[in-house]
């Protein structure tokens, strides 16, 4: 464990190939307990929504068709919010990759075996983010992205009420912000 704090990377993986693959088949892509606690609290602020709308580019969490925006909410491991690298940069026409993928997280840490399946696999899901994203923005929509390290840890309950509350602001004011982070 010391060394894991000192370096910054995770030691050899201590779970058999069997375990990994029923954990990672564990992993639920909607209805994770932060997305159903988001909107529930969104729900009391009285927002009604679409869930998991697949009629839409990369089927967003939560769709508000009155207000014609999307939240999407993201795991930060799944969507390697803060790793930087050259082969992590993306181009976007409509946004800054930087912007999408700031560097404030600390939740996200590269696997330390089988790095370069790693390294592909957080490329593919952020060209695919953007992608979804662009072509939501391109049809109108307003997008917004709920990172899970903005409403996990302590007083999780008070950040998702701060998150929801910031949402329905850029829900109700916010339209000449088409693309917002929380």
Request: net charge positive; glycine share 8%; hydrophobic share 35%.
């Amino acid at each position: 464990m010391a060394d894991e704090e000192e370096t910054g990377e995770a030691g050899p993986d201590t779970l058999t190939a069997e375990q990994r693959h029923k954990n990672m088949a564990a992993i639920r892509s909607t209805g994770g307990k932060l997305e159903v606690a988001l909107r529930s609290q969104l729900f009391s602020f009285g927002f009604r929504f679409r869930k998991n709308d697949k009629r839409l580019c990369g089927s967003p969490d939560i769709v508000f068709p009155h207000y014609k925006a999307v939240i999407f909410v993201n795991g930060c491991f799944w969507h390697a919010h803060g790793w930087r690298s050259e082969a992590s940069l993306i181009k976007s026409s409509l946004l800054e990759e930087p912007v999408l993928y700031s560097l404030s997280c600390g939740k996200f840490r590269m696997p330390a075996t089988n790095t370069e399946f790693w390294q592909n696999k957080f490329t593919r899901n952020r060209e695919r983010d953007i992608r979804d994203v662009e072509k939501l923005l391109a049809g109108g929509w307003r997008v917004g992205i709920v990172w899970e390290c903005s409403i996990t840890g302590r007083r999780r309950t008070e950040k998702i009420r701060t998150v929801a509350e910031k949402i329905s602001l850029w829900l109700e004011e916010g339209y000449a912000e088409p693309f917002r982070e929380f």
